[in-house]
């Protein structure tokens, strides 16, 4: 299950506490003190992840805590390290501090990685108390606590290339016809209920990561249909790529001036992205009719395009990798 958004606790763990010890042997009477130090508590790491592409896992675990550093011991031993506590996200997470919604970290790379909470001193034994005038000290040092924290983390997925549009548009056709990603298909809205990226691979090797998004309706912004919170997936792309249905009844350029409204309300920044509009199902006569009727009111470099026939999409992914 695809989950772009999630709220944790995390907690370091805490330090050790020193040994209070007196060595006594056999021929050795004034031995002194030989407590040792408590071991240090794990901390919390979260690490970007290539494999992963979802935040479902941490869905069902909330209270995220590391192991608490080892007591010491006798014999000057100190006590062992917790284990830090290794969380792995999937690389486009952003962390924010949940009370004051500051960004801690944004793990863009894979391998990307973030200490958020260290792990607490181990305390320190008796040995290291003892003087020229305190031969034998009867005490030590409790273990500092780890620190701890709400995160709320938000996924943005990292794609070239974000297809957006109205449902039943035909986005998730495209997507299946240049990649292997195989989103659901069906003749009714909203069959996209979850983004999708797919590898759109070319001649020479070159390629590029496509996302398809739900489908977004007028007043998205304001919570109709899915709204608008999946537009933070395609935040991090460097094309958007406007899809219309060709065959709808709306005038073309009605339909495009939609999406374009519902991305400025949703971020200026997003909407000034370089933008291809491709106009789908030409395979219909009503698209073809529509798309020479419309076609003056359109951008210019405006592409025909039918995903069931595969026509056009040559064009458009030539489009694509000239502006990326």
């Known amino acids: 299950m695809f989950k772009d958004e999630v709220t944790v606790y995390v907690r370091a763990g805490n330090g050790g506490q020193g040994c209070v010890s007196f060595r006594r042997e056999k021929y050795i009477p004034m031995g002194g003190p030989d407590g040792g130090n408590g071991g240090k508590g794990g901390d919390i790491i979260l690490t970007a992840n290539p494999h992963l592409n979802t935040l479902y896992h941490l869905s069902h675990h909330q209270r995220l805590i590391a192991p608490n550093g080892q007591p010491g011991g006798s014999n000057n031993c100190t006590g062992k390290d917790g284990k830090d506590l290794v969380i792995e996200v999937p690389p486009g997470t952003v962390i924010r501090d949940r009370e004051h919604q500051n960004i801690l970290k944004d ?55 974000g297809l ?3 449902p039943n548009a035909g986005k998730s056709t495209i997507i299946t016809r240049l ?8 003749p009714y809205p909203f069959t996209t209920l979850e983004p999708s990226l797919g590898i759109v691979a070319m001649e020479d090797d070159r390629s590029f990561v496509m996302a398809d998004l739900p489908g977004l309706i007028e007043g998205a912004s304001h ?14 792309t460097k094309l958007v790529a406007h899809i219309i249905d060709g065959s709808s009844a709306e005038p073309l ?3 495009y001036k939609i999406i374009r ?6 971020s200026p920044k997003l909407a000034k992205k370089p933008a291809i509009v491709v106009v789908n199902k030409m395979d219909l006569p009503e698209a073809a009719s529509n ?6 009111k359109l951008p210019r470099g405006t592409v025909a395009v039918s995903a069931i026939k595969r026509t056009g999409l040559e064009t458009f992914l030539k489009q694509v990798w000239r502006k990326l």
């Open 291 to 296: 798309f020479k009727k419309y076609r003056a």
């Open 223 to 236: 919570g109709r249909g899915l709204g608008d919170k999946f537009l933070r997936h395609i935040e991090r």
């Open 164 to 166: 957006v549009g109205l």
């Open 179 to 186: 990649s292997a990603a195989r989103p659901k298909i069906a």
């Open 107 to 161: 793990l863009k790379e894979s391998g990307d990685s973030i200490i958020l909470c260290e792990g607490g001193r181990g305390g320190r034994g008796n040995k290291v108390f003892a003087t020229s005038t305190n031969q034998s000290p009867r005490y030590a040092d409790k273990g500092a606590p780890g620190e701890e924290r709400w995160l709320y983390l938000e996924l943005k997925l990292i794609a070239d290339v």
């Open 261 to 266: 409204k519902e991305l400025s309300l949703y």
């Open 253 to 255: 350029d009605m339909l």
